[in-house]
């Protein structure tokens, strides 16, 4: 519902609001899945770099950095040293594909091991692991799994995953992977409806005048509306990376293809 009403939306700079956009005096940046795009996050960086506040930018990814795309691996790494370098200036966010493959390695069962056949099995072959049949139940085997996951990851990045945040927040904007529930503060918002989304986001405009920049839901194009700017233009399959950047002028779009 939510991506056939925003998809239909013209692409532009948002429209005024009861509250107003907000114009942040330090440039934000945000930007939508990667699941595995490691290219384009390169693409990204260097796209900006030439903005002249690009330096000064602080950059949010939306979650789902990994599976489905080719290199889970290589954006994990990446991203993991650039928040380390500058945690203030990189702000990394936990999508609904982080918490399913943190699920699977608190516990591997029939249930949490349904992550490997919606991106999982893309995550293992970037670590080197032999993918399992998708449909794969045997306790003894998913164990193994888990433990060859877990080996390869290694304590520092699991631990980093673990702490990804669900939202981040200023003033009166919001990032967050799958947008928010609009009857509820941004202060009491449960995190399945942070991760997960929620039915009501795409229906309702926030009365409290709060931006949410998001992912999680595909769009043809990134598109400002209402209280929402939509960002996901599903880069691993469509080639086509899209970031959301808020300043003084207030919001364009930058894109990278690969």
């Not at 995550?123 to 306790?139: F, H, K, M, V």
């Not at 939509?230 to 002028?249: C, F, I, N, P, R």
Request: charged letters at 25%; glycine letters at 10%; hydrophobic letters at 40%.
């Amino acid at each position: 519902m939510l991506r056939s009403l925003l998809s239909r939306l013209k692409p532009e700079t948002a429209p005024s609001a009861p509250n107003g956009l907000p114009r942040p005096e330090a440039p934000i940046c945000v930007i939508g899945d990667l699941h595995g795009r490691a290219d384009l996050l390169g693409k990204m960086f260097e796209r900006i770099g030439q903005e002249p506040q690009g330096a000064k930018a602080r950059i949010i990814t939306l979650g789902d950095m990994i599976d489905r795309g080719p290199n889970s691996a290589r954006v994990l790494a990446t991203l993991h040293a650039a928040q380390l370098a500058n945690p203030s200036r990189m702000i990394c966010l936990m999508g609904n594909h982080e918490r399913m493959m943190l699920d699977f390695l608190l516990s591997p069962d029939a249930r949490t091991a349904g992550w490997l056949r919606v991106g999982g099995l893309q995550t293992l072959q970037s670590y080197g692991i032999a993918p399992p049949d998708p449909r794969e139940t045997d306790p003894e085997v998913l164990d193994a799994l888990r433990m060859d996951l877990a080996r390869a990851l290694g304590p520092d990045l699991l631990a980093w995953l673990d702490a990804r945040p669900a939202m981040w927040r200023e003033g009166r904007f919001a990032a967050t992977h799958a947008g928010a529930d609009p009857y509820h503060p941004m202060e009491r918002q449960s995190r399945d409806a942070l991760l997960w989304g929620h039915p009501r986001f795409g229906q309702m405009t926030r009365r409290d005048g709060v931006w949410i920049a998001f992912g999680h839901w595909v769009v043809d194009q990134p598109v400002a509306d209402q209280g929402r700017i939509a960002v996901d233009t599903g880069a691993y399959e469509t080639g086509l990376l899209s970031a959301a950047w808020l300043d003084k002028g207030g919001l364009r779009f930058l894109q990278v293809e690969g």
